[in-house]
């Protein structure tokens, strides 16, 4: 019974994501970027600023391949190189206003989209909501904590 109950919330998880990533698939179906490119680009906005070979770590491709990657962000103008300011063979990369902008709109589609779907539920239901996806944070910070304590 609890196995069945999970796979029937992660179901209507997917149904809910199936919604929303096609009601903004517009907006990145039209993006002239590669799938290693958006992951760059949003594991720079998730750091703020990072070197080439955290990048690459980060986005589990080699420093060579992040390199080509890097290059055309850059091109594009979404992604700045930056010496750092006390060791000049530092380079940090950084998102331009252009790119931070990009990643704000790709988040806020998704966003905007949800938030149509949630005006649909009542004062009642909206609660209900809200506690079931505060227990699933909850869990998932203590899951996420259990996770990192094996680590070390």
């Known amino acids: 019974m609890r196995k069945e109950l999970i796979n029937r919330i992660i179901e209507q998880r ?18 002239s970027l590669t799938i290693p490119q958006l992951k760059s680009l949003f594991y720079i906005s998730r750091h703020g600023k990072i070197k080439i070979s955290g990048l690459a770590s980060g ?7 992040v390199t080509g990657i890097v290059d055309r962000l850059v091109e ?11 060791d000049r063979r530092i380079l940090w990369l950084t998102l331009t206003a252009r ?18 779907i949630l005006e649909k539920l009542s004062e009642a239901e909206l609660n209900d909501v809200f506690h079931g996806f505060e227990l699933l944070a ?4 203590s899951f996420h904590e259990e996770q990192n304590g094996e680590d070390e």
């Not at 986005?59 to 391949?65: A, L």
């Open 99 to 116: 790119g931070k902008t990009l990643i704000d709109e790709l988040r806020e589609g998704s966003a905007n989209e949800l938030a149509k």
């Open 14 to 31: 997917r149904e809910v994501n199936r919604v929303v990533r096609d009601r903004t698939a517009v907006s990145w179906v039209e993006l």
């Open 76 to 86: 594009q103008k979404l992604l700045a190189r930056e010496q750092d300011s006390n």
């Open 59 to 65: 986005i589990k491709v080699t420093p060579g391949n």
């Open 138 to 141: 909850k869990a998932a910070s």
